[in-house]
């Protein structure tokens, strides 16, 4: 499972499970309030019912006919009130009247439990005791879900007498409370949604940064030149220095290593030659062929120096993690430059250059390598091109690259060669001496264009010859 997916999953679940307790005691405390409020108002209304009932009761006994007449006049007044949602047409409160051993003497509801012993019930009993009594309770099919009750006592010169019970249904209150209930639940719905909006957001900022890192490592691993990507600051920007510092400690003791080995080999064959020559200069020997060895000493000495140099060239290069002393470039000035250099090789091959005159071929680059690629390529191009031959520069440009074709008539590139010939050390022999070159030339212009963001090619063209395509952005 992905590192979005586990962060996102995780918030999901804590803060899940914290928004649905806290939308449960939510939703219990506003019933409880609510009821609260349904209970508080009856209160007062019995307490005031009770003192009309005791204003009106004689000795020992309790009259209720002014109780019963204004319910009845309440119960039969038309009523049409709209409370919020709730639509309210009818006398609702139930109102009974007991005396003072819980018998009820007065019934609001058609007097349907006229007579009946109410002394258990919690209201009546705790109300005939003189204190405050209410009970909740199912009242079947005359009212719809639960009534509340509110019981006060009736006192006559200190005395109880009876008691007198005000019921309300709880279906009002209970309407509230399912629409308290349904806008908690979707407020806790908006809540986990955003709760979840944000660890997604929280697992992309994580992510980011450690998908860049992990490209970065990958990149590394195989051996593309790449940089140490932009990190935020923290443990994630310590783990990424710590994976650069640990590059170059590893790239330090392969570099050594590698060219130790390199230098070694390569310079093996020419030494040979050199040692050979030099011991059989020590002998008495023709003028024809002393002059051949030191011919061969002279040449063995240069290859070796045109290698040291290209190897020192390569390994610059190389160790460059990103491009440094760039600056604004004539790409076409820089191409004459490399030009002007090999027209000693160009004029010995009998080879002509023809060069475009080309304008705004401007590009940020550094000279010096870049240079270094235009005549590489250039020299490869005199090298293998017959003699009488011509070798073609042209220049291809937009406003994001610009690409430097060089075209030459020579045998082109076996199949064969594929992709080796940017290998280090692989050198193809040249087609009328057969001799090889460094191996070094195209591994630096290879270097060169990848350190630029750019690329080179080679390929066979169909009437013969091959061309070279240094492609670079501006």
């Not at 979707?186 to 890192?213: E, H, I, K, M």
């Not at 290069?317 to 076409?332: H, M, N, P, T, Y």
């Not at 160009?346 to 550094?366: K, Q, Y």
Request: glycine share 8%; net charge neutral; with cysteine.
């Amino acid at each position: 499972m992905s590192i979005v997916l586990r962060i996102t999953a995780l918030v999901a679940v804590v803060c899940g499970a914290a928004i649905l307790l806290v939308t449960r005691a939510e939703i219990n405390e506003t019933k409880r309030r609510y009821r609260e409020a349904t209970e508080e108002p009856l209160v007062d209304l019995a307490m005031l019912l009770a003192a009309n009932v005791a204003s009106s009761a004689g000795e020992g006994s309790l009259n209720t006919a002014a109780l019963q007449q204004a319910v009845s006049l309440a119960q039969g007044s038309p009523l049409k009130a709209r409370i919020y949602e709730i639509e309210r047409e009818s006398f609702e409160l139930r109102i009974y009247v007991t005396d003072a051993h819980g018998v009820v003497i007065y019934d609001s509801d058609s007097g349907r439990d006229y007579g009946k012993d109410y002394s258990r019930w919690n209201d009546v009993l705790r109300a005939l005791r003189g204190e405050y009594g209410a009970r909740s309770s199912a009242e079947g099919p005359h009212h719809a879900g639960a009534m509340l009750y509110v019981a006060a006592p009736i006192f006559k010169d200190g005395l109880v007498i009876g008691a007198l019970s005000v019921g309300k249904p709880t279906t009002s209150a209970d309407l509230f409370i399912r629409s308290a209930k349904q806008s908690t639940k979707l407020l806790g719905a908006s809540a986990f949604a955003a709760a979840l909006l944000l660890a997604l957001l929280l697992a992309f900022v994580v992510a980011a940064p450690l998908r860049r890192l992990t490209r970065y490592v990958r990149d590394v691993g195989s051996g593309k030149r790449t940089h140490l990507p932009a990190l935020p600051a923290g443990e994630i920007r310590d783990l990424g220095t710590a994976f650069e510092q640990m590059r170059d400690a590893l790239e330090d003791r392969a570099y050594v290593d590698t060219y130790v080995q390199t230098l070694a080999h390569a310079l093996k064959s020419p030494l040979s030659g050199i040692r050979g020559a030099a011991e059989l200069l020590g002998e008495e020997l023709p003028a024809a062929e002393r002059a051949r060895f030191v011919s061969n000493l002279s040449h063995d000495a240069a290859r070796m120096q045109q290698l040291i140099e290209k190897l020192l060239a390569l390994s610059t290069i190389q160790r460059e993690k990103a491009l440094s002393g760039a600056e604004v470039l004539d790409f076409g000035a820089v191409v004459r430059e490399a030009t002007d250099g090999l027209q000693g090789l160009a004029r010995a091959r009998n080879v002509s250059i023809v060069l475009p005159a080309e304008s705004d071929l401007c590009l940020r680059a550094n000279r010096l390598w870049l240079k270094e690629a235009c005549t590489n390529l250039l020299q490869n191009a005199l090298e293998f091109g017959p003699a009488g031959s011509r070798v073609e520069v042209s220049f291809e440009h937009s406003a994001e690259n610009i690409s430097l074709h060089i075209r030459d008539h020579g045998p082109g590139i076996p199949e064969w060669a594929g992709e080796k010939i940017y290998e280090k050390f692989y050198s193809l022999p040249r087609p009328d001496s057969g001799n090889k070159s460094t191996g070094l030339g195209l591994a630096i212009v290879k270097e060169v264009a990848e350190l630029h963001a750019g690329f080179v090619r080679i390929e066979n063209c169909s009437d013969g010859g091959a061309l070279a395509t240094l492609c670079l952005p501006r």
